[in-house]
């Protein structure tokens, strides 16, 4: 029997990069999942591989109505959710800080911050009728140890990573456990952004020397840890901010 044996997940950009290794993982484990992403087509084509355990939805994160439906679509399909991956994230070029214009800004933050408030809203009151839950925030190590060139982006990970152990603590009472992942950077979709050069072997000797196991982050090392985090395994677990990076970190 798989350690999610029977649970209910959302995994938000889930059709492709970290999102994906999660979602495989948990359905693995024994998980129903919500596959959801800005991307009708990676969400679908992502579902369709996983099988019935696996269901698609289009989701804006950033938007208050697109979240609610996603938690909506997710207790009419397989009902209220267990487990909650706020994954969805979005970076600006790496670039000087000033040259980051005002509309990258907003949609860093409305990407990576405030779906979290959305989520919260749309979700807590439905663990808190169920007696529990887990939310897991993806964070990351730039907003532990920030690189230069990715201020605004590095300060949106890092109220990740502070507004879970806040919602830990507030959330607590209620046996709902949030505890934020903070891999280091990975070869997602956004990886050339986060180097802002050419991915040429001699760029990523640059970045791969900060990190003493000597290699980018995948998405299974990722979903290996929102796997224990959400097992029972983890039920004295909560408020931890988790670095998954080679320590990058230390």
């Not at 990069?17 to 979602?23: S, T």
């Not at 009902?79 to 980051?100: C, E, F, R, Y």
């Not at 405030?114 to 529990?132: D, E, L, T, W, Y």
Request: hydrophobic share 45%; charged share 20%; glycine share 12%.
């Amino acid at each position: 029997m798989g350690q999610l044996q029977g649970k209910i997940a959302i995994v938000t950009g889930a059709g492709g990069g970290f999102g994906e290794g999660i979602a495989e993982l948990y359905i693995r484990e024994g998980a129903k999942v919500v596959i959801a992403d800005i991307r009708d087509d990676a969400a679908k084509a992502v579902a369709q591989r996983l099988g019935a355990s696996a269901s698609a939805f289009t989701c804006d994160v950033s938007q208050a109505d697109s979240v609610q439906a996603l938690v909506d679509h997710t207790v009419k399909v397989f009902g209220v959710p267990d487990i909650v991956v706020n994954n969805a994230g979005v970076t600006h070029l790496n670039k000087p800080m000033l040259q980051v214009s005002e509309a990258e800004f907003d949609r860093v933050y409305n990407v990576n911050v405030k779906s979290i408030f959305h989520m919260a809203h749309a979700v807590v009151p439905h663990m808190r009728k169920k007696g529990g839950g887990v939310i897991l925030n993806i964070g990351s190590t730039a907003g532990i140890r920030p690189r230069p060139g990715l201020t605004w982006y590095n300060g949106s990970k890092a109220a990740v990573n502070i507004i879970s152990k806040s919602m830990a603590v507030e959330l607590g009472p209620d046996k709902i456990r949030v505890n934020a992942i903070c891999p280091v950077m990975g070869e997602t979709g956004m990886f050339t952004q986060f180097m802002g050069m050419p991915d040429t072997p001699e760029n990523r000797a640059k970045f791969l020397g900060s990190i003493p196991l000597g290699r980018f982050s995948q998405p299974s090392d990722v979903a290996a840890a929102a796997l224990f985090l959400a097992s029972p395994a983890a039920e004295f677990f909560t408020g931890v901010e988790l670095p998954v990076d080679g320590g990058r970190t230390v």
